[in-house]
């Protein structure tokens, strides 16, 4: 991903909040990859619902980097799951996290269990 001159503040460094969005774009790209993407799992009333998001800092990324960043399946219980993140530049670690999210019926209250080939499809 290359970085977006909107996505930072006046010094040219990318604001802090982006981090997470740049996460939540590789997570939709590992939905993709391992499932065809979420829109399946939307069609059947069913979304993740975030209850944690944990972000560690090491280096800023600034306007027009380009950088790699890697989503990885960390746990898959019951109902919930948990996904890490490393956003590098070149060989330097630039951040890092770990996304907790909870499955959930859409306009229902309660989480519900994560679907069989969900599971099967993230945890090849």
């Not at 010094?11 to 774009?25: E, K, R």
């Not at 600034?62 to 989503?71: L, M, R, T, Y």
Request: with cysteine; net charge negative; proline share 3%.
């Amino acid at each position: 991903m290359r970085v977006r001159y909107n996505e930072c503040d006046p010094l040219g460094i990318v604001f802090n909040a982006n981090y997470l969005v740049y996460a939540d774009i590789a997570i939709n790209e590992l939905w993709r990859e391992h499932l065809g993407g979420y829109e399946s799992m939307m069609e059947e009333g069913l979304d993740l619902a975030v209850v944690e998001a944990n972000l560690r800092y090491f280096k800023p990324l600034h306007f027009d980097d380009e950088f790699e960043i890697e989503a990885k399946v960390e746990h898959i219980g019951n109902t919930s799951m948990s996904i890490s993140f490393t956003i590098e530049l070149g060989q330097d670690e630039m951040a890092s996290g770990n996304i907790a999210y909870v499955c959930v019926k859409t306009g229902a209250d309660g989480s519900q269990p994560v679907p069989e080939r969900v599971r099967d499809g993230l945890s090849a």
